[in-house]
Nanobody, 125 residues
């Protein structure tokens, strides 16, 4: 069964850090683009950290730029989202998603084949 498994969410204080992991199970990530999204109650899911489709720098939503970093370890079949200097407004359910490279348009756009189950991130003192 092909799936994405997320981990690393939880409770952190403002100014703190968390690292989310997204590990592929049942398939390898080599042919896929992995992007990170988040969603808060009543809001649409939004792309926050997404690779470039042309070898350039990743796309980051303005509100996370300079604080979040997406990275990838193909040997571990895992993509990470390092989140630093966390703010209460970062509280959300975070999802990773996989798009076949041919169906990814850049800046989080494209057709995603797999989604993780979501992991809750809560930033509160």
């Amino acid at each position: 069964q092909r799936q994405l498994v997320e981990s690393g969410g939880g409770l952190a204080q403002p100014g703190g850090s968390l690292r989310l992991s997204c590990t592929a199970s049942g398939f390898t990530l080599e042919s896929f683009v992995i992007a990170w999204f988040r969603q808060t109650p009543g809001e649409e899911r939004e792309g926050i950290a997404c690779p470039s489709n042309s070898g350039g720098s990743p796309y980051y939503k303005d509100s996370v730029k300079g604080r979040f970093t997406i990275s990838r370890d193909n040997a571990e079949n895992t993509v990470y989202l390092q989140m630093d200097n966390l703010k209460p407004e970062d509280t959300a359910v975070y999802y990773c998603a996989a798009a076949n490279s041919a169906w990814y348009h850049g800046s989080c756009g494209g057709s995603y084949s797999f989604w993780g189950q979501g992991t809750q991130v809560t930033i509160s003192s």
